[in-house]
């Protein structure tokens, strides 16, 4: 059963590389769920559907352990502990609406293991041309759910202006671009500290994701002698050292 397990997670089959796709499509619907419930009341079948996602990503926190060669360095891992968060905040009645933004550090794992990125690189043409754009635009991406969750979550119950996720995505994102129209405010002094971290770090994303679309398209590829990591696509000597490349080309377009 273990080894069956492993070869999921870890094999390079046809088989395995769909249990993965998987994966990442479970992380994507879990955004969308907890969006989408973000404009109801609690009810029921909200309230099953949270033990039914945080059994499975508890299933996949045990899975993980139990495959890994260093269960101990595990522990060490910054994605396990956002699991085991993520585990509490869907599981734990105790926790409540309260602590219900925790469940947006899910987000935090789309793309992030080194598994699906090999993966994406092997089987996906336009992944791999576009790898660093697509990481950049996923980092930003990220960090609007998580902080907007952040504001929801800290200011619904306080802030009328606040009154669902799309209220604190629109504010996280006027204030990410400095633009300020001025229509929602966040309130007291951790409202001015959430606004503080979400200009300073939402701006560095944005011109990084800038700076990686306006730079000329290169190829990832360590040179064997500098290792100098990218080069121009039709490159035949590495401009650093000038040792031969024979990068693959794909073909042309």
Known sequence: MLARVRELYEADTLEAHRFRFGLLAFDIATIVFIVATSFLPRADWIEIADILIG????ADVVARMAISRDRFRGL???STWIDLVVVVSFLAPIVGEGAGFLRILRTLRLLRTYQVLMLLRSENRFFRRNEDVIVAATNLCVFLFVM???VYE???WKNPAIANYVDALYFTVTALTTTGFGDITLQGTSGKLISVAIMIVGV???LRLAQVVMRPPKVRHPCPTCGLQRHEPDAVHCKA?????NIPDDGID
């Open 154 to 156: 800290t200011q619904h």
């Open 204 to 206: 560095t994303l944005f």
């Open 148 to 150: 907007s969750g952040i």
């Open 55 to 58: 059994l499975f990503v508890l």
């Open 241 to 245: 050292c000038g040792q031969i490349l």
């Open 76 to 78: 060490h891992l910054p």
